[in-house]
């Protein structure tokens, strides 16, 4: 048995959920946010058989679009060191960042 631990943008959210419900997964969603632009993202635990994996893997890649986001960075302000100004700068994020973990024990009562 695997746990996929997929992050994907919130726009994505909604209709990635439907789609692994009507194909049958069982999905957890959480409420998160990523580390960089500090804005909020969805991570999904999905667990499945061994065999599933690639049809999981390929419902998500589907479903999952990259986009442009603008993000602000901090530069030093010229003649100081201890000054910054905000700059921004494009990022392209996800479609979306997919972790794959084989599980030791599954248990639900
Ligand atoms: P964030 O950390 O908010 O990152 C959003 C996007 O910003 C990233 O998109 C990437 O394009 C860019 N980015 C991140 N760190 C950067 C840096 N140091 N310099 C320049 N650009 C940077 P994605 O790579 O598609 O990641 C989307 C979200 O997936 C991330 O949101 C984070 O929540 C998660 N993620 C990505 N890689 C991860 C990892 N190795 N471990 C845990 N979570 C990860």
Redesign the pocket.
Known sequence: MKLVIA?V?DEDSSRLITTMMDEGFGVTKLA????????G?TTLLIGLEDDRLEQCVGLIEKVCK?RR?I?STNIPMSGTSTMYAPYP?E???????I?VLSVDQFVKF
């Not at 990022?91 to 960042?97: E, I, L, P």
């Open positions: 992050i943008q998160t946010t990523g580390g960089f632009l500090k804005a993202n990259s986001q993000a700068i990022v392209t994020v996800g479609g979306a960042t972790f």
